[in-house]
């Protein structure tokens, strides 16, 4: 049974977000929702790396900017890393967020505990969003940038990811082996959104428990992310679909309030029929990526199991 504390969170996360889902016509249509992202994005260009849930961030961890050239012109890739540390083994992370949301601070308070507690340095793609862009416009470039940082990396290198990102984060390791370009030696997921075709007739269900995440919503994102409607199962947008044979180890975590979880189940199982070692660890009742989550004591349970994976 999820912990008080997740009780908690789940009723109020969706409130403090005011989390809805599309409607036909009016403020929360489609073309509504797609006028305030961009809105949003014109708003926020340019803003710094989002630490403020990271205590002492400045004194704590020293952080590098890379500019990346990408097909629709370049975007940034922060590098971060523990002040005085001189990492070995780097963490490719691709943040979350739907495909249209950047960079939040519960991400960076995440890579933070990675680079602080493992010693590793990470970096973090700040990829161009929907819907002003789809996968075309940042694939290639996250391709070579990991395939560098891999190749740069002589204690090894791990891609990972949560929810849009960890689907992002499994379609670059499909590119990286099918291109034979440097793998990492491990993938770690974080409710990844990997089949953005809504493939599982089972996703509607699970729309009617989840208080964060909506179907009209997940539509919508997909079909701006993907561009067109033929490249929605491709392996560069659903991963889950593609051929999965040949990756490395992969630790994911999927909690089951989650609209996301059918997507997880079918990757779980193509993972088993392809031979892909593949740990999929699923908690009942859980929010969408709770491992991500603060104070909750089954984000402190995954974490023990991340840590333990990842040394």
């Known amino acids: 049974m999820p912990s008080l504390t997740h009780q908690v969170l789940a009723w109020a996360l969706p409130r403090l977000r005011k989390s809805r889902d599309l409607d036909s016509a009016g403020a929360g249509s489609l073309a509504a929702e797609r006028a305030r992202i961009e809105a949003w994005h014109r708003s926020t260009a340019g803003e710094p790396l989002p630490t403020n849930a990271v205590t002492r961030f400045e004194r704590r961890f020293v952080v590098t900017r890379e500019e990346v050239a990408g097909a629709a012109g370049s975007f940034p890739a922060y590098v971060l890393a523990a002040r005085g540390a001189t990492p070995s083994r780097t963490v490719v992370y691709l943040h979350g967020g739907g495909y249209t949301a950047g960079i939040d601070p519960f991400h960076v308070r995440y890579v933070a505990r990675l680079a602080d507690r493992l010693g590793v340095r990470v970096v973090l793609p700040d990829y161009p969003l929907a819907p002003e862009h789809t996968w075309r416009d940042s694939h290639d470039a996250l391709v070579d940038l990991t395939a560098s940082w891999v190749s ?17 984060a499994l379609a670059l390791a499909l590119s990286l082996r099918d291109r034979g370009l440097p793998q990492p030696d ?5 409710a990844p959104w990997v089949d953005l075709s809504t493939s599982t007739p089972e996703t509607e269900q699970y729309d009617a428990v989840d208080p964060w995440l909506f179907l009209g919503k997940l539509r919508a994102y997909a079909a701006w992310w993907a561009g067109s409607e033929a490249d929605l199962t491709r ?16 630790l994911v975590f999927q909690g089951t309030r989650d609209l996301l979880t059918p997507g997880t189940r079918l990757l779980a199982r193509r993972a088993a029929e392809a031979g892909w070692d593949l740990t999929y660890v699923e908690e009942a009742g859980l929010l969408h990526v709770y491992p991500l989550l603060p104070l909750v004591p089954e984000a402190r349970r995954a974490w023990r199991r991340t840590e333990a994976f990842l040394r």
């Open 186 to 190: 491990r993938l770690l997921l974080h």
């Open 235 to 250: 392996p560069e947008v659903s991963p889950a679909l593609g051929d999965l044979t040949g990756l490395p180890r992969a």
């Open 152 to 168: 740069r990396s002589p204690g090894g290198a791990v891609l990972a990811g949560d929810s849009a990102g960890g689907g992002l």
